[in-house]
């Protein structure tokens, strides 16, 4: 599509794009689609190649410069996506019809908020035609957008997208002074079961740790990617990510890095592996050798909450769902997604189920909000 104001390519590499043209659109407060984290996934082969990810990046330029993108990847599996529809594939096969390929529009691997869309917001609609062209030509059975903007969902809702929406717990940071400031507006019996769990890991004897990337020695990334490895053998989940991507990682985005480590004596026996950017901090890959009480608390909300009240920042994300960390601080926000299917018996199917379950959301949202962990809420 060729004209004046746009020209619009399709493209099947990160490599496609300098690094300085791709990160001027990205989310000053969002670092999973900026370029250095997308190319460690590439470069590692965790997406592109045979990963089931396949790269579809839809390029938007005017007069030469790159003013938009949607990271759109063509899917075979449904892991790393927390898209939730299980059940929708289920149908899809109980009734003998495919469900994949798909197209995917998100952060691969990461349950993350934020804007999608990498550019100018106003570039954004004339694209959404060209995504429906892309998705008819290459055989695609749906496209999902995962974890967008409230003003992106309803930019797709406008060009036929089913709205969905769900929730997942964010820590706000009310201008706290310290972690007691912020202890003080809970209730009684939330900040007295805080306290008792942090004086538990403070009587452990651990070494509670925090570092940042330029800090973490090649051994320490290495026992954090143990960590992640025996959470997901825990759980009995397929790990996507590899040892070399959590090295490329810290390489390219080391600023962006931050690590929590409990240390026993020189041993480091658990951890999470964390990204910062802007007034953000993103809780993500967590783990452990050693069953201690509390300490997930500690190293996965405790720990962040306090860097994040030293450093000013606003909003501790610590991953998908979890209702523990409601009891902890963490309130429920709204996160955004939109669906739109090729066959229109299974879009209208999805529809009806989309409304229904906003009216479970939003009745669970409010009945959460009602038993905050907070005094005055």
């Given at each position: 599509m060729?004209?004046?104001v746009l020209?619009v390519?399709i493209?099947?590499?990160?490599r496609?794009?300098?690094q ?8 000053p407060?969002?670092?999973f689609l900026?370029?250095e ?6 470069s590692?082969a965790?997406i592109g190649?045979?990963s089931?990810w396949l790269i579809r990046?839809?390029?938007a330029?005017t007069d030469?410069q790159?003013v938009?993108?949607i990271p ?6 449904l892991?790393?996506e927390?898209l939730y529809d299980w ?6 096969s109980r009734a003998?019809?495919?469900y994949?390929?798909?197209g995917?529009?998100?952060?691969p ?5 934020g804007p999608k869309?990498l550019?100018n917001?106003d570039v ?7 995504l ?6 290459s ?7 995962a ?7 309803s930019?797709?809702?406008d060009?036929g997208?089913i709205?969905r929406?769900h929730?997942q717990?964010?820590w ?5 002074s310290?972690?007691?400031d912020?202890l003080s507006?809970l ?26 990337g330029?800090?973490?020695t ?5 026992a ?10 825990k759980?009995?989940g397929?790990?996507h990510?590899?040892r070399t991507?959590f090295?490329?990682i810290v390489?390219?985005?080391?600023d ?6 409990a240390?026993?004596g020189?041993f480091p026996v ?7 950017k802007g ?8 783990g ?7 300490l ?11 860097l994040?009240i030293?450093?000013g920042?606003?909003?501790v994300?610590?991953?998908a769902m979890?209702d523990?960390?409601f009891?902890?601080g ?8 939109a669906?739109?299917?090729a066959?229109?018996e299974g879009h ?8 229904q379950e906003a009216l479970?959301?939003a009745?669970?949202?409010d009945?959460l909000?009602?038993?905050?962990a907070?005094?005055y809420?």
């Amino acid at each position: 599509m060729n004209s004046r104001v746009l020209t619009v390519t399709i493209h099947h590499s990160l490599r496609d794009f300098s690094q300085m043209e791709w990160n001027a659109l990205t989310d000053p407060n969002t670092p999973f689609l900026d370029h250095e984290f997308l190319s460690a996934l590439e470069s590692t082969a965790c997406i592109g190649g045979n990963s089931g990810w396949l790269i579809r990046f839809i390029a938007a330029h005017t007069d030469g410069q790159l003013v938009g993108i949607i990271p759109i990847f063509e899917k075979h599996h449904l892991y790393g996506e927390f898209l939730y529809d299980w059940e929708w594939h289920a149908a899809y096969s109980r009734a003998g019809l495919p469900y994949y390929p798909k197209g995917f529009w998100g952060s691969p691997f990461t349950p993350a908020s934020g804007p999608k869309f990498l550019g100018n917001p106003d570039v954004l609609p004339q694209l959404i035609p060209v995504l429906i062209e892309l998705s008819q030509r290459s055989g695609w059975h749906s496209i999902h957008a995962a974890f967008v903007t409230k003003a992106e969902q309803s930019a797709l809702t406008d060009q036929g997208f089913i709205p969905r929406t769900h929730y997942q717990y964010y820590w706000q940071n009310r201008s706290y002074s310290s972690f007691d400031d912020f202890l003080s507006t809970l209730k009684s019996s939330r900040r007295k079961q805080i306290k008792k769990e942090r004086r538990s890991i403070a009587d452990s004897g651990l070494d509670i740790q925090v570092k940042y990337g330029p800090n973490l020695t090649q051994s320490e990334v290495d026992a954090l990617f143990e960590f992640y490895l025996s959470t997901h053998d825990k759980r009995q989940g397929h790990p996507h990510l590899t040892r070399t991507l959590f090295h490329t990682i810290v390489q390219l985005m080391p600023d962006r890095v931050v690590a929590v480590l409990a240390y026993r004596g020189t041993f480091p026996v658990a951890g999470t592996f964390n990204f910062i950017k802007g007034n953000k901090l993103y809780g993500r890959y967590w783990g452990c050798t050693a069953e201690i009480p509390n300490l997930h608390f500690e190293c996965c909300y405790y720990q962040l909450i306090e860097l994040a009240i030293q450093k000013g920042l606003v909003t501790v994300e610590a991953g998908a769902m979890g209702d523990h960390k409601f009891l902890r601080g963490f309130d429920p926000e709204p996160t955004y997604y939109a669906h739109l299917f090729a066959l229109q018996e299974g879009h209208e199917a999805v529809k009806n189920h989309a409304i229904q379950e906003a009216l479970y959301i939003a009745d669970a949202m409010d009945q959460l909000k009602r038993t905050s962990a907070y005094k005055y809420e």
